[in-house]
């Protein structure tokens, strides 16, 4: 059985920095295209960065240079980093895989960026 595991969301300021994880068991995740998405209230969930196999990484625009997607082979994990956060941002952010079929969504984790 997969399971996806969000973590390292938290309350910010605008300007700072975060890194979230996703870590997984039941599936090997250097062999999937991942992705984490975000959805804020009221809002459909959203993609706003994926790895593919090779390692390539793909953004939104809103996100791009701000955030980055990043895979650790050995910890079966996918991270985001995230710098520069804006309101806006602010989301329960999730990972799975960038296209269906997609595997059941975890809990989430919450990012808040608020002064």
């Known amino acids: 059985q997969v399971q996806l595991v969000e973590s390292g969301g938290d309350f910010v300021q605008p300007g700072g920095s975060l890194r979230l994880s996703c870590a997984a068991s039941?599936?090997?995740?250097?062999?999937?295209?991942m992705g984490w998405f975000r959805q804020a209230p009221g809002k459909q969930r959203q993609l706003v960065a994926d790895?593919?196999?090779?390692?390539?990484?793909t953004y939104i625009g809103s996100v791009k240079g701000r955030f980055t997607i990043s895979r650790d082979d050995a910890k079966n994990t996918v991270y985001l980093q995230m710098t520069n956060l804006k309101p806006e941002d602010t989301a329960v952010y999730y990972c799975?895989?960038?296209?269906?079929?997609?595997?059941?969504w975890g809990q989430g984790t919450q990012v808040t960026v608020s002064s």
């Open positions: 799975n895989k960038a296209y269906d079929p997609q595997f059941d």
């Open positions: 790895i593919q196999r090779s390692g390539t990484t």
């Open positions: 039941g599936i090997v995740l250097r062999l999937n295209q």
